[in-house]
């Protein structure tokens, strides 16, 4: 008699750790094909990045060198130019590097070498002490263009800041009355003409339509009284989704799609795979004699808890 109690304790006990078995490796399968999933879609947005980021860049850099050439031509400007005084007006300062500009210090004191190397040399004696000679001049013309590249950041200031405020006006409303909003959205609609990930989720939704359709009916119509029935289907379908680049992306696009069944379908498979995993342990629960009485509770207890999260 003991030893047929045995028997078919083992032959129980068996029986639960191959249906265990079985239902962890159903749950393996499940948790390889989300991996695969997601890495699909782990790639798709790592090139959608990519792409984003260097169309940002480019705009960014054409944006950068047209400041540096401003600033360029502002300091080529400046340094042909002495530095402005700004208490005074703005008409003035025209006036004065109109007349400043075309008459460079080193022209008149090449003019009087010229006369003097024509002349006699005793005209030139008299000449060269009345002018300033050539080498003078120079250091006070590299000293002035010195100073004036000291003061080139301040100009540079000015600028960007009229800049900036000419940049707000034409971000509000541009030359031909269009808001800042339309530009915007042409922005965008730019970047997902160019993305290939927003590209590969329009190619789905124009070639799996009726793919799509046949699944949307099979959700509508299903019906079941077996929860292995329901898991089985959720599997199903989960399947025939995976081969879509983006699945929310994609059925966005298919206003007539039942989510929320589809939703609670999926919840309602979860937690029948949840109470087998929890019979399984239970059924196989033993006590063990020479464990603690403490450790047993806790796992005792431990059960309980999962039992009332899954109720």
């Known amino acids: 008699m ?9 032959k129980k006990n068996l029986e639960v750790q ?20 997601l890495k699909t879609q782990i790639a798709s947005l790592k090139a959608y990045n990519i792409e984003r980021k260097s169309i940002l860049w480019k705009k960014i ?11 360029a031509i502002l300091a080529n400007e ?12 703005a008409p003035k300062k025209e006036l004065i590097r109109a007349t400043k500009v075309p008459i460079p210090p080193p022209k008149p004191a090449s003019t009087t070498l010229t006369s003097g190397r024509d002349e006699k040399p005793e005209k030139a004696m008299k000449v060269s002490p009345v002018t300033a000679p050539p080498p003078p001049p120079a250091p006070p013309k590299s000293l002035v263009g010195l100073k ?25 409303v541009n030359l031909n009355g269009v808001p800042a909003v339309a530009f915007t959205r042409n922005m965008i609609e730019e970047i997902e003409n160019r993305s290939t990930f927003l590209s590969a989720i329009k190619s789905d939704v124009q070639r799996q339509g009726e793919f799509i359709n046949l699944l949307i009916k099979e959700v509508e119509s299903a019906s079941y009284t077996d929860m292995a029935e329901v898991e089985r289907f959720v599997k199903w379908l989960d399947g025939e989704l995976s081969s879509l680049v983006d699945e929310r992306s994609v059925l966005k696009h298919f206003p007539q799609w039942p989510e929320q069944k589809a939703d609670a379908l999926r919840e309602a498979a979860c937690s029948y795979r949840d109470l087998k995993n929890l019979e399984s ?4 629960f033993e006590d063990n004699p020479r464990e603690a009485l403490g450790q047993a509770l806790k796992r005792m207890q431990a059960l309980q808890d999962r039992r009332a999260c899954t109720n």
Request: negative net charge.
């Open 281 to 284: 342990e239970v059924s196989s």
């Open 148 to 172: 004036a590249v000291r003061r080139v950041p301040e100009v540079i200031e000015l600028y960007r800041s009229l800049t900036k405020k000419d940049a707000s006006m034409e971000n509000r």
């Open 61 to 71: 850099q054409n944006s950068m060198d047209g400041n540096t050439n401003s600033d």
């Open 2 to 10: 003991p030893k047929t109690e045995t028997e078919s304790q083992m």
């Open 18 to 37: 191959m249906a265990r078995n079985e239902v962890l490796e159903k749950e393996n399968q499940e948790l390889r094909q989300e991996v695969a999933r």
């Open 78 to 89: 400046i340094l042909h130019t002495k530095q402005p005084d700004f208490s005074e007006s």
